[in-house]
């Protein structure tokens, strides 16, 4: 999958839905990032670019270690991307289906780290 985009060499498809895909991918810096693209802007590509802008804007806003970073963003670009902190590991849905439900301390620290990275604001 030797693709560019804004100048991010993608690695791997990570996911994708109904609009955008997040790719592994390594920045003009060497830096890898999880690169979010998207793939349809809708009938009016304007507000799309509007919302992705939004997007971008609220998470450069939230500072805090159980949320993944925003590096960069283009949402005139074409397509348009953001390009988040890339952290190596598997979903919680992944795991329990390789490895089965969480049990005891596994499943107590996770539940609270879930709960740390929510807030107390929101319990």
């Known amino acids: 999958m030797e693709r560019t985009i804004d100048g991010y060499r993608l690695e791997a498809e990570l996911g994708h839905g109904g609009?955008?895909?997040v790719y592994r991918a390594t920045g003009p810096d060497g830096t890898c990032v999880a690169l979010k693209t998207w793939h349809g802007l809708g009938a009016v590509?304007?507000?799309a670019r509007r919302r992705i802008?939004?997007?971008a804007a609220l998470v450069r806003r939230i500072e805090h270690p159980g949320v993944v970073r925003l590096f960069a963003?283009?949402?005139d670009g074409d397509p348009p991307c953001l390009a988040f902190e890339y952290i190596d590991g598997t979903t919680?849905?992944?795991h329990v289906t390789r490895r089965g439900?969480?049990?005891g301390e596994v499943a107590r620290e996770t539940v609270l780290g879930l709960l740390r990275?929510?807030?107390p604001d929101n319990w």
Do not use: I, M, Y
Request: hydrophobic share 30%.
């Open 19 to 21: 609009q955008a895909s």
């Open 45 to 47: 590509p304007a507000e």
């Open 53 to 55: 802008a939004r997007e």
């Open 73 to 75: 963003g283009n949402p």
């Open 92 to 94: 919680l849905d992944r």
């Open 101 to 103: 439900p969480l049990t």
């Open 117 to 119: 990275a929510h807030g």
